[in-house]
């Protein structure tokens, strides 16, 4: 989930995150993973997420009605 905001305040500083949080990054598998909180902010990888959890709901739902 993404959040619009229309005010900011700056409360302290943070760290520059290990890669960028794009479809386009080319950043390397091993920090990806060591990041997954951030990597699954991606469209490419949130979308094959939603995808599996669509096809395992309709294969429950198939062993549940059969």
């Known amino acids: 989930m993404e959040v619009i905001i229309k ?10 995150p290990p890669f960028e949080i794009n479809d386009f990054s080319e950043a390397n598998e091993e920090i990806r993973f060591k990041h997954r909180y951030l990597d699954i902010r991606r469209k490419k990888v949130l979308s094959t997420i939603e995808f599996r ?7 429950r739902n198939w062993f549940i009605e059969n």
């Open 53 to 59: 959890a669509a096809i395992n709901q309709f294969t």
């Open 7 to 16: 005010k900011s305040e700056i409360l302290s500083k943070s760290k520059t």
